[in-house]
């Protein structure tokens, strides 16, 4: 049963533009960057270790999903950065910087999450905070590879995002959502496709891809390769974004129906 049904998924995506071979560096029409083997596997081995040092001091709970922040601290639930609040970012992260490739200073990360996800642990689909960032996201996998998914948000999928449940962390109290509209048949054609991020890849999301495509990661503990499933193993991501400056706080991008 399962094989059926992860034979339908593929990995499906525009052909992207090459802009590099060696290392392979792709670039697809809707803004997304991949640049295979930005780190060594030395540096993966180094990263992979520094977190489960960073974790180990913790209570000794194991986490489904555990994760480390560097930089300024900011609030998920309410899309707020401490002022006072910050973490300074060990070494081995910031001689990352160097190496992106930035077009200016709000291209230069200042917050970085490091996170594990355990094999069938996913993402929910979601759009990062328009008006908190600056446009470019880079996304660093490894430790494994693994499948995101991305969809060009519709005014459907804008409705699931915007949920209590989901902007303020919800709970038992929280009102139910207003019936949604009824939805016209292009809606249920949204572009939607998966693209394989290699382990010590780094993903850049600008444009398009940043601010109007969702994106997430199935929770499934194979994958389809051809004819053979394969099992998923640890996974570990580095997120670094730029925080705007107060002065510099909101978004007046295209995609209104998910500008927050």
Not at 90 to 95: C, D
Request: net charge neutral.
């Amino acid at each position: 049963m399962v094989e059926c049904i992860l034979a339908k998924i593929q990995p499906n995506h525009p052909p992207p533009t090459i802009l590099s071979i060696d290392p392979p560096i792709h670039e697809f029409s809707n803004g997304l960057i991949l640049m295979h083997e930005f780190i060594t596997k030395e540096e993966e081995e180094e990263m992979i270790r520094e977190y489960h040092i960073a974790t180990a001091s913790r209570d000794g709970r194991v986490l489904k999903r555990g994760a480390v922040h560097y930089g300024p601290h900011f609030d998920y639930t309410t899309f707020a950065v401490s002022k006072s609040a910050s973490t300074p970012p060990p070494e081995y992260l910031t001689r990352l910087l160097s190496r992106l490739p930035a077009r200016d200073d709000r291209d230069i990360p200042d917050q970085y999450t490091l996170q594990h996800y355990p094999p069938g642990t996913g993402i929910p689909p979601h759009v990062d905070t328009h008006s908190a960032f600056e446009e470019t996201i880079y996304s660093l996998s490894f430790g494994a590879s693994t499948r995101m998914d991305f969809k060009l948000c519709g005014e459907k999928e804008s409705r699931r995002l915007r949920l209590p449940k989901r902007s303020l962390g919800g709970g038992s109290e929280t009102p139910p959502p207003p019936p949604s509209p009824p939805v016209e048949t292009i809606e249920e054609k949204a572009e939607e496709w998966e693209l394989e991020l290699p382990a010590r890849s780094l993903l850049l999301m600008r444009g398009p891809s940043r601010y109007g495509y969702t994106h997430g990661i199935k929770g499934r503990k194979h994958d389809q390769a051809g004819p053979r499933l394969v099992a998923r193993q640890d996974r570990y991501s580095l997120t670094m974004r730029k925080i705007k400056p107060a002065e510099r706080i909101g978004c007046d991008c295209e995609f209104s129906h998910v500008c927050s």
